[in-house]
DNA sequence: CCGTTTATTGTCACAAATGACAAAAAATAC
DNA sequence: GTATTTTTTGTCATTTGTGACAATAAACGG
């Protein structure tokens, strides 16, 4: 019988190399040399794994997109039934727990390069949509008397907060605009009660 | 003497149409190639009136910046001594008034390949710092007795906001998200009076 | 008209990225 | 040990991006 096939775990490691390449450099900087570089192994491997330079674009919007429903998911798992807003933004805010910066900023780089590609344009917009709904679900849960209107809008301003800490990331910003913008997140979780 | 000069001309038509290219393809996506197409010039020009790659990148960033300026020090002049909170988030969201998300895609465009430069990385956190003072200095005024976290927060999640359309931009949000995330920094600039 | 300065275009060489294929090495079943 | 399949490496041509220089055209003052 054959070699056993090491497709899933190298796939999965050049994937994770791209990702990182991506995050630092933006899609066109993700270099087949540099990615490789990033995973340790040889550049003619990456073809041999995930195909073209297209197909490799495709298996990374493909990666990001599952990585950030899995994320949606477990947000939903936790907190869809039971548990408060501030404890939502708690978990969304913890440092390291199971949140990658880079996971955001691929998601920022094939959103910029989905002008042309209305296919990867309408995925991403779902995921993201689908980030929202479980935020909803959270407030609105939290707030049986707020209009869903300002459920809405409290949802896209905290989601709003974390991608924008992601985005902020590579400039290295000062301690405090990570607290603020938790801040500013959990403000919009609470405010929705206080004032109809 | 000589043939009069068109280098402010040119070099701000270049610099224009490789900000749109940054927006669209991202930093390293932007090739002399398309910038010359964009512009409508050939592509030995870019190099006459911008100078090579390094010199362009560092062209557009402090073009970028200056723009950035540009906007923060209208809004100052307008709203830092009077106007209601309110009226500066209806100036902030009015869409093609003289705002341009490419701008913001530039500006994250920049930020990312920051991440090996501490001068540039420097030099947009501080652009970023004087749009915030701004916010926060409106905010400040219309509601004295709040605290400074308070104001603090709020100025990030406003500016989180704004970001955040600009950075969605490329994929064609729904119409609602746009007015979701104007009621989000509507809400944050409202609500620090209502709990202290 | 002439000279000077600038704009504009053309062209070359060099480096980098990508695509594609061939070949060697390794592991497992038989 | 042999065959088979997969991994891994090596190497080629093609395309694209960049840098640098030369040459032409145009405008203006004298």
Chains 1, 2 share one sequence.
Not at 164 to 189: G, H, M, S, V, Y
Request: hydrophobic share 45%; proline share 6%; aromatic share 6%.
């Amino acid at each position: 019988m054959p070699r056993p096939s090491l497709k899933d775990q190298r796939s999965g490691q050049i994937l994770d190399a791209y990702l990182t390449c991506v995050a630092r450099f933006g899609l066109e900087g993700a270099t087949q040399e540099r990615i490789a570089a990033e995973a340790g192994v040889k550049r003619p491997l990456l073809r041999h794994y995930l195909g073209n330079r297209e197909d490799m674009i495709a298996a990374l919007a493909t990666h990001v997109i599952a990585a950030f429903a899995e994320v949606t998911e477990a947000l939903e798992a936790h907190f869809a039934a039971t548990g408060t807003p501030a404890e939502l933004i708690d978990a969304l805010f913890a440092s390291g727990d199971g949140h990658d910066p880079r996971l955001m900023l691929a998601w920022q780089a094939l959103a910029t390069a989905a002008q042309n590609d209305p296919d990867l344009s309408r995925k991403l917009t779902q995921s993201y949509a689908e980030f929202l709904a479980v935020i909803e679900t959270v407030l609105a849960r939290a707030h049986p008397g707020a209009p869903p209107d300002r459920i809405r809008a409290a949802a896209h301003g905290i989601t709003a907060c974390i991608q924008t800490i992601d985005a902020l990331e590579p400039i290295a910003p000062p301690a405090t605009w990570r607290t603020d913008l938790k801040a500013a997140a959990l403000t919009l979780a609470t405010c929705l009660g206080g004032q109809t």
